[in-house]
């Protein structure tokens, strides 16, 4: 036992009489707990323990892997110093024996049962119900798990008894009645779940009750829950007999995923803390993880203190005060009794401990995955959306040319490995930068958070083109297809169906909108991707059906149910997927989208068939260049379906993520609004009034805010082969005064009037659709994406749309523009945040 804990267990006891307190152990960082409950003095005696012990979502060791380790692993950062059941024995006993030294238990445990008396796991991903982990217990020792996981837990045949927890419903008369879980509990403890709005957003409640009217309860939560969910508004409100709240597991940090939010994070928890007034909020599940795969590229972590909670939370305060609204504090408006109040009950913030907590020193661990298993782990996939695989396949195909010893190390002087790989999951940045000044034009080499990184300059970017470098897909044919129709047919089409979109956009932009007669507080984000996938749909599948919320959620939804069943079904193994089918949610959803999908298309299909064959005339959309393309492909109408549900995933979010950082920048920038109006009323002006794919080319100042957006905020370091894009891009010898935002960048070096240091001899490489080595924003060579010209013209025709028809403002005075959210590598607008839009009036 470390002295440590020794010191604090014995003074823990020294205190001790017969009203002894629950003893919480960290078991790993913050992840995984021990939780030892007095038991009541006539079951001490029986039983010669001092309490009841129970460990909760054990992960001790390994990876948790989301279906594929590519798509989404998540690793510890620090070796854990309990590694399975028989460590978590032994620190029991620790526990046991120091109580019976004390004298607080006379008898022996029985030498042959495990100490442990129960597990608890409250949710079935990996990170919680972490199969390896599970496995180093002693099969007899009961498990209390949420419903979905005690299903995937039971058909592992591994524990005896598996027992399923009740989630608390409203209107339940006494809690104990129904939500009490087993006999394998004793009487004096209860667990149950509260249920929130989605299945990552819960709380486990442990209710310990030390007398026949004193109930106290543990809340869990590691993402937080939605206060406003009846689950939870049921035990703040209508628990029989009362429970009071000893403490809150809860995290700080703001999760997201695919642009949803995963983590109600401080604020969350501030919220939930100002109701259910806990004695402790005891900080948990909030410690770094390391997260590799396309998570990297869809999720983000923001680590929030208390401090920046409290802030937050001043500001809706005073925007509650102007608005009389309530943001769930309980409260409507703020007055200094309220602030009193909740200064008073934060003394506990993040204490870690209730009555002794125990915390260890980790020794740290290496995680080095092969690039070769991640290759054949992305072959393996069922998956047709190309992009996201291409990062491996740069690197896979220019490493073998190279001697790793020969390639510079940037970081050397920091250590270790291990200190240059945290140096680049806490500060990516300094690391390119350092390699990028010190090997401007040479390939150098960075320890990342899997494995090393190989940069290359842009002289080898053309080397790169010419090499071996193929796409990496399952279904070669359909990626094949795609790239066709949207390279040839939709590319070329632009000038034509330019007036269609334009008129789409025309519509849709005020509809989503809406009427905004004064200031209005708007989440860009979550707005623009109805107004992306809307107009994009009219071209994907005609103007009818783009208008379908069934369409609309699925090309929205689709991206995210897809990577998330991906990861859950993989926890399966193979031959047990038959069964782990019906535990995956997402899979159903999955199901539903392409069932929708085909069922709609099916009859239109069928319908345009027989207008082909009729020789009538034919719609103007993706869906019918598609049709006329099948034969060539060799693909069946059957598989249209899916082919069109691709196309959205490749191109609705990452155009709504580049709407709103223009907007974004725009918002800070206001100067620039009125010079925007002006060019875009001028070239309407010159082209009748006509918004065609003419007059859009022509707002160059537009193109110029556009690409400028794109450099000051690139959504990777490295681009996609790993060329140092974010740097390149803020480079002053490529780019002049780069840490400024300059809306005139581009417009100037195109038309000539700003020293061009590039000397490009077609100046037009500075458009928004151009791609060159020193700017990568749409990937470089022969998988540039073949989008950006129908993005480009989408994108011109919301920003047109909402520039006439709206002033912009940033709320609360706010001067800086939004931070962008970074992980890892990549970086994107944080779609939570707010503009005020107001209709113009003039
Ligand atoms: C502003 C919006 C967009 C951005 C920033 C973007 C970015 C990218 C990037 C970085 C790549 C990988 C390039 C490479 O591997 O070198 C890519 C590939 C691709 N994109 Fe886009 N894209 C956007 C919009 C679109 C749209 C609207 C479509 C379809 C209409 C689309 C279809 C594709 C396809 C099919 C590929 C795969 C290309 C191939 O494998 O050869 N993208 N995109």
């Known amino acids: 036992m470390s002295v440590e804990r020794s010191i604090l267990l014995k003074k823990h006891f020294s205190k001790a009489d017969n009203t002894l307190r629950p003893i919480l152990t960290a078991l790993n960082d913050d992840h995984s707990l021990l939780i030892s409950f007095p038991r009541p003095l006539v079951e001490r005696n029986s039983s010669g323990k001092a309490y009841f012990h129970i460990v909760s979502d054990p992960w001790m060791f390994g990876s948790a892997v989301m279906l594929a380790s590519w798509i989404a692993t998540i690793d510890l950062p620090n070796a854990a110093q309990f590694k399975n059941g028989g460590d978590i024995e032994d620190l029991i006993r620790q526990i046991e024996d120091t109580a019976k030294a004390s004298g607080v238990t006379s008898r022996s445990d029985k030498a042959d049962s495990p100490l442990l008396d129960a597990i608890s796991v409250s949710f079935y991903y990996p990170d919680h119900m972490h199969e390896p982990t599970l496995r180093t217990f002693d099969a007899s020792i009961p498990v209390f798990a949420a419903k979905e996981a005690a299903a995937i837990i039971q058909s592992w045949d591994y524990f005896t008894t598996v027992v399923s927890t009740q989630d608390l419903v409203q209107g339940t008369a006494d809690w104990r009645n129904g939500t009490h879980s087993s006999p394998s509990l004793p009487g004096w403890l209860s667990i149950f779940r ?374 859950k079904l993989k926890q399966w193994k193979s031959w047990t997927r038959p069964i782990g089918q019906y535990f995956i949610p997402e899979l159903k959803s999955l199901r539903e989208h392409r069932h929708k999908a085909r069922a709609w298309l099916a009859p239109v299909i069928a319908r345009r068939r027989l207008m082909m064959k009729e020789g009538k005339e034919l719609p103007d959309d993706m869906l019918q260049w598609m049709m006329s393309k099948t034969a060539e492909y060799d693909i069946g109408d059957e598989e249209l379906s899916l082919i069109q549900l691709n196309l959205s995933l490749a191109a609705i979010n990452t155009t709504t993520r580049t709407v709103t950082s223009v907007l974004y920048d725009i918002a800070v920038h206001s100067e620039i609004v009125a010079e925007l109006r002006q060019e875009i009323k001028m070239v309407l002006a010159a082209h009748d009034g006509v918004l065609s794919a003419h007059a859009l080319f022509e707002m160059k100042l537009l193109d110029s805010v556009m690409k400028e957006s794109q450099r000051a905020n690139p959504e990777f370091l490295g681009s996609i082969i790993e060329s140092p894009h974010a740097n390149i891009v803020q480079d002053p010898h490529l780019y002049s005064n780069p840490e400024i935002f300059d809306a005139h960048r581009f417009m100037n070096l195109r038309n000539g009037t700003a020293t061009d240091p590039l000397n490009y001899k077609n100046k037009e490489q500075y458009q928004f659709v151009a791609v060159t080595k020193e700017f990568m924003a749409f990937g470089y060579g022969k998988h540039a994406c073949p989008g950006r010209f129908f993005a480009a013209n989408e994108i011109k025709l919301i920003l047109v749309h909402i520039l006439l028809g709206y002033d912009i403002m940033m709320p609360d005075h706010i001067t800086q523009r939004y931070a962008n959210l970074n992980m890892g590598i990549v970086s994107m607008p944080d779609p939570t945040k707010k503009i005020l839009f107001k209709r113009e009036k003039t």
């Open 194 to 567: 509260l249920v929130g709005h989605h299945e990552v957003n819960y709380a486990t409640a442990i209710v310990w009750s030390s007398a026949p009217d004193t109930h106290e309860a543990l809340l869990l939560s590691p993402h937080g829950i939605d206060i406003d969910q009846a689950s939870i508004q049921t035990y703040i409100h209508d628990m029989k007999p009362r429970i009071t709240t000893l403490g809150m597991l809860f995290p700080l940090h703001d999760t997201f995923a695919f642009g949803w939010r995963t983590t109600f994070g401080v604020v969350g928890g501030l919220k939930v803390e100002s109701h259910v007034k806990p004695k402790y909020w005891v900080r948990t599940a909030d410690g770094e993880l390391v997260y590799q795969g396309l998570i990297r590229w869809f999720g983000n972590v923001i680590y929030r203190t208390i401090e920046s909670g409290l802030e937050e939370v001043k500001k809706l305060e005073l925007a509650a005060r102007d608005t009389n609204e309530n943001f769930g504090f309980g409260f409507k408006l703020s007055t200094q009794r309220h602030e009193i109040q909740f200064r008073k009950r934060r003394h506990s913030f993040e204490a870690v401990e209730f009555s002794g907590s125990i915390r260890e020193r980790f020794e740290t661990e290496r995680f080095n995955p092969k690039m070769s298993q991640l290759l054949s782990l992305v072959a393996n996939q069922g998956l047709t959306l190309v992009s996201v695989a291409f990062l491996l396949v740069g690197l896979a195909v220019l490493l073998p040319s190279y001697a790793t010893d020969e390639v510079p190390l940037v970081g050397k002087e920091l250590g270790n490995a291990e200190k240059r790989r945290k140096v680049f999951i806490s500060r990516p940045q300094d690391l390119y930068t350092k390699g990028y000044r010190s090997f401007r034009n040479k390939i150098f080499r960075i320890t990342g958070a899997d494995a090393d990184r190989f940069i290359l300059p842009r002289g080898l970017l053309n080397e790169l083109n010419e090499s071996r470098y193929t796409g990496l897909a399952n279904n070669q044919a359909h990626t094949d297809f795609l790239v066709d129709l949207v390279r040839n047919d939709l590319t070329h089409s632009l000038y034509r169906i330019n007036s269609r979109l334009s008129l789409q956009a025309s519509i849709t932009v005020p509809e989503e909108l809406g009427p905004c007669e004064d200031w209005t507080s708007t989440i860009v984000y979550q707005k623009l991707l109805r107004i992306v996938a809307i107009i994009s749909g009219n071209v994907f599948l005609g103007p009818e059906l783009c208008k379908s919320e069934e369409w609309l959620t699925s090309a929205i939804t689709y991206t995210v149910d897809l990577f998330t069943a991906i990861g």
